[in-house]
């Protein structure tokens, strides 16, 4: 007699935990055929509040974490999602309709992407912190700092690579994330979760949210205790003005989104550099 | 009545000459404004009309861009980064020559102390053209990729309280990166800036490289949405950041702002006191307090609070306070009626609030905008004069405990432009400097400024940074052309 599956419940993740909606509201996924696949939790704007108070917390976990340990981190991010490697390439076929063969190319490059990240961590502040020649007796020096809470909206096509080169800079240089999961394409995004759960990762460092982009993302754009925001998943332009001028309320840093970006290409340094602030320190010299 | 008398040092005005009106400076040449109107800049220590100046409108506004996009497109783009540095070091080189007329030019329409335009302002500004000179050439070197772009017409708005400083700031960086400008002076302090359109007609700089529209807030806003523009770079108020923030919402414009701050200046219980009163000054009282990053709030451990409020009052008793073309003058006028009145204003909120108001004896000229360098103690968080920016020679004093206290109290505020500490303890000054949520941090000294030193804010204080290295990122586009692997 054979035996039926135990399917999985899919939740959000927020400080560290991963539970349904507050809202109790839940919506179907389908694969790229139309078919069902599970059912998501849809994140509402209480989530998005719960889930920055989260990643304020995160943030003073991780950002006082060495660039060493950090490092490690997200390398046992890539070792902790090698290990589900076979989920993560069932759900990518079925979720952007692939062959196993192509999304066995996406997964390994989205692993491959965190062990780049990783490398990078104690590595920022040697190229772009600097000392200055100052014209006078002081000892002076512009170190990167990361600018705090960052909310994302990650990428609506590229469910896990994508998912991956926008929350990975992020995390990187010592931010925390709340991260808007592709609204039709979600399930690769809370596996994920699941990864980081398991990842030394602190809690409320990243946050995953799904549900409705148009729903969850004016109050994590408009939200004060956001210090930048991401809109690589934007693709409604209308809602991309409004998610900016929303972040203007607060001078909250904004990525825009960019229709011709290749999310899958070799990534350079803005992504890490846009969410980092420069501080410069002064001190005199003398005897 | 000052602690010691001195005789009248007054600079001499005969080294400016000042024009009775002056035009638009656009594509090269000073052109008189189509739409029109004209209006008058004073002094503010005589309240003298000092020249009258014109208003862009929009057609004006249209006219300064255009001029920086042709010129952009067929000259300065096209112009080697070792042939646009050559322009900027003669910059240079003309400010320092010019540096006696500037500095009289500066304090006549700003206000400040001639012993600041003559001994900060204006040297700053030639070591600002000086120092990116060198970058034109070096971009590749900037860790912005080997072939970094420049953006294109850069709009650029300056505030009142360092014209010359901010426009060089802005204006250096702007054409070494290969940029060409349309560049706002403030409306009180337009002077500074039309003499630097005549230094940019002496140094044969191409036409249309460098326009400068005068105007207020209205003619700022015409520049800012101009739909050809591709940057904007602004210093000034918060209130105006976000308007800006939002407006180039949803277009490609790139921006840097640079705006407030209520910047902490820290003094622990092991810290020099004398070395630290005269930080606490420079802080606060530099520029009669017309300052983004001036250290409003001073945290004083409850140790010694006494001894830093008595040191403090006992300096301040010194400052001579009096016409800013005094070489012995310490403290100027208030740049405008208005900027007045917002700190009288802010001044009667703290002590209805609660806060003791203390100002040393001191007698104001008669004619002019002037007030009194102010001491607040009793003074809670919770305050206005705590939390907003009054930008002007008014100090709030707080106390603490415990260095855990003093980050807490520093950083509770959305701005973070700068801040200060002062102890004797290398490792709490790191430890501070490295907790201190702001862009700046002045250890044992405060308010120095160097164009290798990258300065702006964290938070509300705006983003981008201006200056060093890290100041080229605001006029470049990276390139990201993949590195090998």
Same mark, same amino acid.
């Given at each position: 007699m054979a035996r039926e599956l135990i399917r999985k419940t899919y939740k959000l993740y927020i400080g560290g935990a991963l539970s349904r909606s507050e809202s109790g509201r839940s919506y179907a996924v389908v694969d790229a055929d139309g078919g069902f696949v599970a059912h998501a939790a849809q994140a509402s704007r209480k989530d998005v509040r719960d889930a920055v108070v989260a990643a304020r917390a995160g943030f003073h976990r991780w950002s006082g974490a060495t660039a060493y340990n950090r490092g490690q981190v997200l390398y046992r991010v890539a070792e902790m999602m090698e290990g589900r490697r076979e989920q993560f390439v069932a759900e990518v076929a079925r979720s952007e309709g692939l062959t196993r063969r192509q999304a066995t190319a996406v997964v390994d490059a989205s692993v491959d992407r965190w062990v780049w990240y990783a490398g990078w961590t104690d590595k920022l502040a040697q190229v772009h912190g600097n000392a200055n020649p100052v014209a006078g007796p002081f000892f002076n020096f512009s170190l990167p700092e990361p600018t705090g809470v960052v909310g994302v909206v990650a990428p609506g096509e590229s469910s896990l690579l994508g998912l991956v080169s926008v929350v990975a800079p992020v995390l990187a240089t010592g931010c925390s994330a709340v991260v808007l999961a592709s609204q039709s394409r979600p399930l690769p995004a809370v596996t994920l979760a699941e990864v980081l759960a398991t990842s030394d990762v602190p809690a409320g460092a990243v946050n995953v949210l799904t549900g409705s982009v148009a729903e969850t993302g004016p109050p994590l754009a408009g939200h004060a205790d956001i210090n930048a925001l991401d809109l690589t998943g934007v693709d409604d332009a209308s809602l991309a003005v409004e998610l900016e001028r929303a972040a203007a309320q607060t001078l909250t840093r904004v990525r825009r989104p960019d229709a011709g970006e290749d999310i899958s290409a070799t990534p350079g340094l803005s992504r890490m550099l846009g969410v980092l602030e420069v501080k410069t320190v002064w001190h005199p010299v003398g005897t | 009545m000052s602690l010691f008398e001195y005789s009248p040092a007054p600079e001499s005005r005969t080294v400016v000459d000042i024009a009775e009106s002056y035009d638009l400076f656009i594509g090269g040449q000073m052109v008189e404004p189509q739409d029109g109107t004209r209006f008058k800049t004073i002094s503010p220590s005589t309240e003298e009309v000092l020249a009258e100046v014109a208003e862009a409108g929009e057609r004006d506004v249209d006219a300064a861009v255009q001029a920086a996009r042709v010129a952009y497109t067929r000259v300065w783009s096209r112009t080697s980064g070792r042939e646009r540095g050559k322009y900027l070091f003669r910059i240079a080189r003309l400010v320092q020559e010019r540096a006696r007329e500037l500095a009289v /030019?500066?304090?006549?329409? %700003?206000? &400040?102390?001639?012993?600041?335009?003559?001994? $900060?302002?204006?040297?700053?500004?030639?070591?600002?053209?000086?120092?990116?000179?060198?970058?034109?050439? &070096? /971009?590749?070197? #900037?860790?912005?990729? +080997? %072939?970094?772009?420049?953006?294109? $017409?850069?709009?650029?708005?300056? @505030?009142?309280?360092?014209?010359?400083?901010?426009?060089?700031?802005?204006? #250096?960086?702007? *054409? #070494?990166?290969?940029?060409?400008?349309?560049?706002? @002076?403030?409306?009180?302090?337009?002077?500074?800036?039309?003499?630097? +359109?005549?230094?940019?007609?002496?140094?044969?700089?191409?036409?249309?490289?460098?326009?400068?529209?005068?105007?207020?807030?209205?003619?700022?806003?015409? *520049? $800012?949405?101009? @739909?050809?523009?591709? &940057?904007?770079?602004?210093?000034?108020?918060?209130?105006?950041?976000?308007?800006?923030?939002?407006? $180039? #919402?949803?277009?490609? &414009?790139? +921006?840097?702002?640079? *705006?407030?701050?209520?910047?902490?200046?820290?003094?622990?219980?092991? +810290? @020099?006191?004398?070395q630290a009163v005269e930080g606490i000054v420079r802080g606060v009282f530099f520029n009669q307090g017309h300052v983004c990053c001036a250290g409003t709030r001073l945290l004083v451990q409850e140790s010694v609070v006494d001894d830093v409020i008595d040191s403090l009052k006992n300096r301040l008793g010194t400052l001579r306070l009096g016409d800013p073309m005094d070489k012995n003058t310490d403290i100027g006028a208030i740049n405008s009626a208005v900027q007045l009145r917002r700190i009288q204003q802010m001044s009667e909120v703290g002590e209805a609030e609660g806060a003791t108001r203390w100002s040393p004896a001191c007698t104001l000229p008669e004619r002019g905008f002037w007030f009194a360098p102010t001491v607040f103690t009793d003074v809670a968080q919770t305050h206005r004069i705590a939390r907003e920016e009054i930008f002007g020679p008014v100090l709030s004093v707080l106390t603490f405990r415990t260095p855990d206290e003093a980050l807490a109290k520093a950083n509770n505020t959305p701005y973070g432009l700068s801040a200060g500490v002062w102890t004797e303890k290398g490792s709490r000054i790191l430890w501070m400097a490295q907790h201190l949520r702001a862009g700046v941090v002045w250890a044992n000294t405060f308010n120095h400024f160097d164009p290798t030193s990258p300065f702006g804010g964290y938070k509300e204080s705006g983003y981008g940074r201006e200056g060093g290295r890290h100041g080229l990122a605001a006029y470049l586009v990276a390139d990201e052309t993949e590195v090998s692997a």
């Open positions: - | /030019l500066e304090t006549l329409d %700003n206000g &400040k102390p001639i012993r600041e335009t003559r001994d $900060v302002d204006i040297p700053l500004v030639a070591a600002h053209f000086f120092y990116h000179a060198g970058w034109a050439d &070096k /971009l590749g070197y #900037a860790g912005l990729g +080997a %072939n970094p772009r420049p953006l294109g $017409v850069a709009a650029q708005i300056i @505030p009142w309280n360092f014209p010359l400083l901010m426009l060089a700031w802005k204006v #250096a960086p702007a *054409l #070494a990166a290969g940029n060409t400008v349309v560049l706002k @002076p403030a409306e009180t302090t337009p002077l500074t800036a039309l003499a630097f +359109a005549e230094i940019c007609q002496q140094a044969d700089l191409p036409a249309g490289v460098v326009n400068i529209v005068t105007g207020a807030g209205e003619t700022g806003r015409l *520049l $800012v949405e101009h @739909p050809d523009v591709d &940057k904007i770079a602004f210093t000034g108020s918060t209130e105006v950041g976000r308007l800006i923030a939002a407006s $180039v #919402a949803g277009t490609a &414009k790139k +921006a840097t702002l640079e *705006l407030g701050g209520k910047a902490a200046n820290i003094v622990f219980d092991d +810290a @020099p006191i004398d």
